[in-house]
């Protein structure tokens, strides 16, 4: 029994036949894949120039995309009628036939749109100015450093940069300044004759290519009281005030810093740091001389980086008053280690993946899937 049992078991192996292979079948179901393929692509760019024209229409509305999104998935059914309408044989046409040709609308759709809405067949940005005033309060005798960051999604070029700067009487006075790589610099001069606190007001105005305009406004000021000291007081004449090694003397800076200190007899440079309203020190630093009639000069230097940019640009308050102190003859003073400040550094933001991005890593899997389909259409 087991004898017949393998010996007809091998004859129904042996009558086994593969299926014939239609090639007619095949080749028409192929031209009907290519077809719909085409028509699907065709159909999405139609309907993305169409969303193109209501994207310009929708300026300003809060929800063009929303609204330009429902356009092109509501279009998606008409696909179908333009199938039946050339005669299209959908007959095993099947899920996946389905999922690729509304994939490739959709995708063309939306890829073609985005082409469409950025520069160079659309441009509606604005330029991008930000504007750091180093320092927005200086000293007299000092200068004013205006820095600006403009960039444009198209290009911003120096001659279409306007800058007027005005004086305390609300005089336009000529300003030259530079523009390089997206960074507008301007150097402002203290004027021989100022005497007092005096306010100067600036504008630029930026204009891309395409006409767009951009107008940032700030000003800066002149004052004796930049950097002033709090305590002790009577200092302003030698030998001034008798200090001991833990003698406070605090300096009031108007304006934010990144960086306070001053020199003993124009020595070594000492570092202050920031109490909750003054900056403190005391002359028991190293740089401090006992027994000693001393002049101090203080500084403040201003350090600033725009986000994602390397390039550093600072400027510096030279306090426009010396002081003078009597040092007694303690032990203690000079002997300690001045405080050391952390400076700033270039600030660096991750980008946040753009809606652009989100679509072609989703058109690659797309395309990744339709490959496969079709690869597996093939092997059967």
Not at 261 to 284: L, M, Q, R, S, W
Request: a negative charge; glycine letters at 6%; aromatic letters at 16%.
């Amino acid at each position: 029994m087991a004898k017949k049992r393998k010996e007809k078991t091998e004859e129904e192996e042996f009558d086994f036949k593969l299926p014939k292979f239609d090639e007619e079948k095949f080749l028409k179901r192929e031209r009907r894949n290519i077809k719909t393929l085409f028509l699907s692509f065709l159909f999405g760019f139609v309907i993305a120039l169409l969303s193109f024209g209501f994207w310009s229409l929708l300026s300003g509305s809060a929800f063009r995309w929303e609204l330009i999104l429902l356009l092109g998935v509501f279009n998606s059914p008409w696909l179908k009628y333009l199938f039946l309408k050339l005669d299209v044989d959908l007959t095993d046409f099947g899920r996946k036939g389905w999922f690729v040709s509304y994939a490739t609308y959709f995708f063309t759709w939306l890829i073609v749109l985005i082409i469409f809405v950025n520069p160079p067949f659309y441009d509606e940005e604005n330029p991008r100015v930000d504007i750091v005033v180093l320092p927005d309060m200086q000293e007299l005798g000092g200068t004013v450093c205006i820095v600006a960051q403009i960039i444009d999604n198209v290009e911003v070029k120096k001659q279409d940069i306007s800058f007027t700067l005005l004086d305390p009487d609300g005089k336009q006075i000529a300003a030259d300044f530079t523009f390089d790589d997206n960074i507008f610099r301007y150097t402002h001069e203290s004027p021989d004759n100022l005497t007092g606190d005096t306010t100067y007001a600036f504008k630029i105005t930026a204009k891309d290519v395409n006409g767009h305009i951009t107008e940032e406004e700030g000003f800066f000021r002149y004052s004796n009281d930049a950097i002033k000291l709090a305590e002790p007081i009577g200092t302003a004449i030698a030998p001034g005030p008798t200090v001991t090694y833990s003698t406070d003397i605090k300096f009031d800076v108007v304006s934010d810093v990144s960086r306070f200190y001053y020199t003993v007899d124009d020595g070594d440079e000492i570092n202050i740091t920031k109490g909750d309203d003054f900056y403190v020190t005391a002359p028991k630093y190293e740089g401090w001389v006992k027994n000693k009639n001393v002049t101090v000069k203080s500084y403040a230097e201003v350090i600033y980086y725009f986000t994602n940019c390397p390039l550093q640009f600072n400027n510096t308050i030279v306090d426009y008053e010396s002081y003078y102190f009597n040092v007694s003859d303690a032990i203690e003073i000079g002997g300690e280690k001045p405080p050391e400040i952390s400076l700033p550094g270039p600030r660096y933001v991750g980008a946040t993946p753009g809606f652009e991005v989100i679509v072609f890593i989703l058109s690659l899997i797309i395309v990744a899937l339709i490959f496969k389909f079709r690869k597996k259409d093939k092997k059967i």
